[in-house]
Nanobody, 125 residues
Framework: QLQLVESGGGLVQPGGSLRLSCAAS????????IGWFRQAPGKEREGVSC????????SYADSVKGRFTISRDNAKNTVYLQMNSLRPEDTAVYYC??????????????????WGKGTLVTVSS
């Protein structure tokens, strides 16, 4: 059974850092395009970042560009989202998603097939 499990969320002060992990079971993560989404209370879901299975290329939402970094550890079958210089507006539930067909160029528009349950990130002093 294909499963994605996020971890690493928590409470952090503005300007701080967190690293989210997305561990996969039941499939080989590097064969899938992996996207991170987030959703804040009362707001639309937002695509944050994506990493391509074909060449490892990455993409970021303008709101996180230069602060967040997505990466993949194939040996651990895990994808990470390093989040630096966190702001209160980054507060949201963050979801890891995977798809072997939908490419990163379309993941925000189309969505992805497989979703984790999410991990809460709260940025507050």
């Amino acid at each position: 059974q294909l499963q994605l499990v996020e971890s690493g969320g928590g409470l952090v002060q503005p300007g701080g850092s967190l690293r989210l992990s997305c561990a996969a079971s039941g499939f080989t993560l590097n064969r899938y395009n992996i996207g991170w989404f987030r959703q804040a209370p009362g707001k639309e879901r937002e695509g944050v970042s994506c990493i391509s299975s074909s060449d490892g290329s990455t993409s970021y939402a303008d709101s996180v560009k230069g602060r967040f970094t997505i990466s993949r550890d194939n040996a651990k079958n895990t994808v990470y989202l390093q989040m630096n210089s966190l702001r209160p507006e980054d507060t949201a539930v963050y979801y890891c998603t995977a798809d072997d067909v939908v490419e990163c160029s379309r993941y925000v528009l189309v969505g992805m097939d497989y979703w984790g349950k999410g991990t809460l990130v709260t940025v507050s002093s």
